[in-house]
């Protein structure tokens, strides 16, 4: 088997023959293999043992075919080196025992160090790299400022982000303080994980979509956009993931980086429409489309390719992570449709 | 008190001196006054009590002051009559015991007589009306066929969505047949609450968000005209709240209806632009606005009536429902600043 980098040149709007695919969460509970992992181990265990991020990390490669990896962990992973009292819940998701809720509070908080305190997040990468040898490319990732801070602030998992736009909007000096250190860790974080190997990096904002437009452009985006525009010196593929933000996508695109990451709310003829040509487009199936029946499943897919055409920058992924009770034989028949229907219509056949 | 028709002016896009104002959910637990009548009695109990029901709508006209009255229900309010066993479980939500997952329970599935098994709505709004003499003019409401079909396969709230997608994906007929049945009785219930007295009704599409453009184009979209087009012919004006889905806000105009409402995730700048002049505009604070400072609130509300403008057709309107820990006099606050700066707006002051 040769090296495939078809991802890594999807991202750099370069020509490809078909259209690479990797899945949001595709190291994940739907797999039995991540299930009988998990079992024996907890969440935070599986991301700070390297061995464990690293076997997880390779599953979907080996048992699906995707066309890139990225590494086992979680975007709060640096939260208790910056003081913050991370823990997941069973069920429950993450709870942060100690969140901010004042400008004091903004005070105390750590940039962190990621050697420091992620060192066995380097350690993954460089083991991976080694693993994916003749495979395919690694891609790394990290929070966005917003979802960090947003996670920072609430504790927990929410909908309605009260304190956190309360914060915003009644003390900016707070909020831009606490977003800039979450930035600084961000930045150092993600450039740490592209110095110890990684060829791609994500920078995930996976709440933003809860913010009126007017607020993310003035308290959001210019936090984004540094840690993009940072990271980018480093010269490997930034993909920039608003989740939820597609009424906005505008915007979000000034946020730079290399490829725009679509979730399945806008159809992908307007997402060609609505973002520059000088990004890749990474999306955007309806994740749930793994749930139906392989006919509509292949309907989905070529209507997506077919929205997107043959110009070089298409990455394909799911609109959102892969839900746990998917099927891995449908994530492998996905990835059949769209290698053999981009394969097809890249060659205009 | 002279009688104040704003808001009937504004569906219909007649000029107004100011832009009137209600709030989704205004009839609800972020007022005392609410919660102690809520305390006493079950959610579907208040529902079906019309004095009950009388009380609490009357509430926000009496201490919020706003423009318009909306009728106590609830959107899931004829389930029982269609032969789904509906339960409001403490803490959860509604729950829906019998849920639909085959053609076979579509079959069984009813299309329910209005006055048999909402009767007492027809009540409560006939009171309503009486009670609102030479104040306000009273919204009526309902699901609609997309978002009822979602409670009923689902049989609780989700993110997901994966058996009614499923359902959606793999049977298109027993998927058209069920929104045919629930189109139906929207469509019935809906024109008895006019018949009874309600002078504008709005449609919600709660949970459309969550589909992908070019699902609700085909498998959505028709259902949802049938049931606009069709109570459109009694003569008040429809409002279609699709929350989610400004991304395919192009699609959302197509179902029809008076007044397109907008949900916080679109600019309004944006709104006027892509939604057709002939409809009226309801929309689009954050509703977390509730917890700004007051200067910052001040500020969200001129932005959103100067990005409208002196064109008439606006509703005022959170951009979803008021979050049950909001403070009553914010609210208040609010439709000050709504009536101050939209009276100066038009004014040309």
Chains 1, 2 share one sequence.
């Not at 890594?8 to 690479?20: G, K, M, N, Q």
């Not at 400022?145 to 609430?154: D, K, N, R, V, W």
């Not at 429409?273 to 990474?282: G, K, L, S, T, V």
Request: glycine share 8%; hydrophobic share 40%; aromatic share 8%.
């Amino acid at each position: 088997m040769s090296y495939n980098d078809t991802f890594l040149r999807a991202c750099r709007c370069e020509p490809t023959e078909y259209t690479p695919m990797w899945m949001m969460r595709q190291a994940g509970r739907y797999l039995p293999e991540y299930r009988a992992i998990r079992e024996k181990h907890g969440f935070l265990e599986m991301c700070r043992t390297p061995e464990l991020a690293v076997e997880v990390s390779m599953q979907p490669v080996d048992l699906i075919g995707v066309d890139a990896a990225i590494m086992f962990s979680d975007i709060l992973i640096s939260f208790p080196g910056m003081g913050l009292d991370l823990e997941f819940a069973k069920g429950e998701g993450p709870v942060i025992h100690n969140p901010i809720r004042t400008a004091a509070d903004v005070d105390k908080l750590r940039v962190a160090d990621p050697h420091e305190v992620t060192g066995f997040v380097m350690e993954t990468i460089k083991i991976l790299r080694r693993e994916l040898e003749n495979k395919v490319p690694l891609i790394g990732f990290a929070g966005a400022p917003f979802t960090l801070a947003s996670y920072a602030i609430e504790g927990h998992g929410t909908r309605d982000y009260e304190n956190c736009k309360a914060l915003m909007w009644s003390d900016p000096d707070a909020w831009d303080q606490l977003l800039t250190k979450f930035a600084d860790t961000t930045i150092a974080y993600l450039s740490a994980q592209i110095d110890a190997g990684a060829q791609a990096v994500q920078v995930f904002d996976s709440w933003v979509g809860y913010v009126a437009p007017r607020d993310y452009e003035k308290s959001v985006l210019p936090h984004t956009k540094r840690v993009i525009d940072e990271v980018s010196k480093k010269g490997v593929p930034v993909i920039h993931f608003a989740n939820g933000a597609t009424s906005m996508i505008d915007l979000v695109q000034q946020a730079g980086g290399d490829v725009v990451g679509v979730d399945w709310r806008l159809d992908m003829g307007k997402a060609v429409e609505q973002i520059d040509p000088r990004f890749a487009i990474q999306g955007n199936i309806d994740p749930v489309a793994l749930f139906a029946t392989d006919d509509e499943l292949e309907r989905m897919v070529v209507d997506i390719l077919e929205k997107f055409g043959t110009r070089p920058g298409h990455v394909f992924n799911l609109g959102h992570g892969i839900h746990k009770t998917s099927d891995p034989e449908k994530a492998r028949t996905l990835l059949r449709f769209v290698h053999e229907h981009s394969r097809r219509i890249r060659s205009g056949a």
